[in-house]
């Protein structure tokens, strides 16, 4: 899919039809490092049966491949530069068309800033929820520096945790100001619980939402009466009301028969 990276701008927007899964619902999971992304997004799956989809996890993935994009993707984490927004963006879009017998999406921890949303919403969908995670800033930094400290991350970058918050936070605002109406809040500091119980009050429209329309999708189509030709003349025909007097002859329909028409069948079976 899309062209090779090295030969085009990243920025250009790539031939993907979404039609097949642009009816689904979809989700995002939007917080700074640390506030619980993945568990409340894995709680908000429990629940809904949705299709998790994580966009970092994809990402590094794909910087794994002898491909041009990986390696376009491997030469930026090297540089400890930003992965363009539009990769980012076609790699979802991959993996969302790859499960489209999807209930639905949760997209975790997206997305980062708001390029990022622009470009989902004019190339895929406007999301039916954002659940903007609220947490202590400490609380935040105290668990992504644990996080880190598991995944074995540079003793620097663990250091750094408090001031990758800082700055996530500011980007995860402007976010969740575009969004506006599908923005709900959720403390995340919770037990997983409780997490459960407020997850399911305030999704409780969008599952009935998806439901509904997993429901219409599924509909059979009814299939219309066919039409019959008719080309004899039919019997006992219902006269025409009179024409005006003025009228050429010539323009007079005949009495003695009715030319050949489309009669539908249910006009064919009327009592006379």
């Known amino acids: 899919m899309g062209c090779f990276y090295s030969r085009c701008p990243v920025d250009e927007v790539h031939p993907y039809d979404m039609t097949p899964i642009r009816h689904l619902p979809v989700i995002f999971v939007n917080g700074v490092p640390g506030a619980g992304n993945q568990t409340v997004a894995q709680t908000i799956s ?6 998790m989809i994580r966009p970092g996890e994809l990402v590094r993935a794909e910087a794994e491949k002898d491909t041009a994009r990986g390696r376009l993707i491997a030469n930026k984490f090297q540089a400890q530069e930003d992965v363009p927004e539009q990769l980012t963006v076609d790699i ?20 980062k800033n708001h390029r990022m949303s622009n470009m989902f919403n004019r190339q895929v969908k406007w999301p039916e929820k954002v659940v903007a995670l609220e947490v202590d ?8 520096q644990n996080k880190l400290s598991e995944l074995g991350r540079p003793e620097s970058e663990i250091n750094a945790a408090r001031q990758i918050v800082r700055e996530a936070a500011h980007k995860v605002k402007s976010v969740h100001k575009r ?9 995340s500091s919770g037990n997983p619980k409780a997490l459960a119980t407020t997850l399911k009050e305030i999704l409780s429209d969008t599952i009935e939402k998806g439901q509904t329309s997993q429901a219409l999708e599924n509909m059979p189509i009814a299939a219309s009466a066919p039409a019959v030709v008719r080309t004899t003349p039919v019997s006992n025909p ?6 005006p007097s003025n009228l050429p002859a ?19 079976t ?3």
């Open 137 to 144: 800033t400490e609380l935040a930094a105290t668990r992504l």
């Open 92 to 111: 979802i879009k991959e993996a969302m068309l790859q499960h489209q017998d999807a209930k639905g999406f949760i997209l975790v921890g997206f997305p």
């Open 270 to 272: 009327q009592e006379p």
């Open 250 to 268: 010539s323009t007079l329909p005949p009495s003695e028969s009715v030319p050949a028409s489309i009669i539908p069948v249910d006009l064919l």
């Open 179 to 187: 969004f506006r109406g599908h923005v709900v809040t959720l403390d």
């Open 238 to 243: 219902v006269p025409p009301s009179d024409p």
């Open 46 to 51: 429990n629940i809904t049966g949705y299709t």
